[in-house]
């Protein structure tokens, strides 16, 4: 799932995890400035993971590729 807007994330009363200066969106995995990001389970659905805010956090494309094939690894 792609998002461009990083204020979609969450609740209306929870901020965006993600690092933002400028309204630019930063990886929470390697750090780098964003285009487009996906949002990851922490832990993911098919290992007992929640779908809730606290377990989930934005990553770049690359990052949320690799993390997925070491989840199903």
């Given at each position: ?13 929870s901020?965006?995890?993600?690092a ?19 949002i ?34």
């Open positions: 799932m792609i998002f461009a807007d990083p204020l979609s994330v969450g609740t209306s009363n901020p965006p995890k993600a933002t200066v400028n309204g630019q969106v930063f990886c929470e995995g390697c750090g780098a400035l964003c285009v487009k990001f996906e990851d389970h922490i832990r993911a659905d098919g290992l007992l993971g929640e779908p809730t805010f606290e377990n989930s956090r934005l990553l770049c494309v690359p990052c949320h590729a690799e993390k997925t094939k070491d989840d199903v690894a």
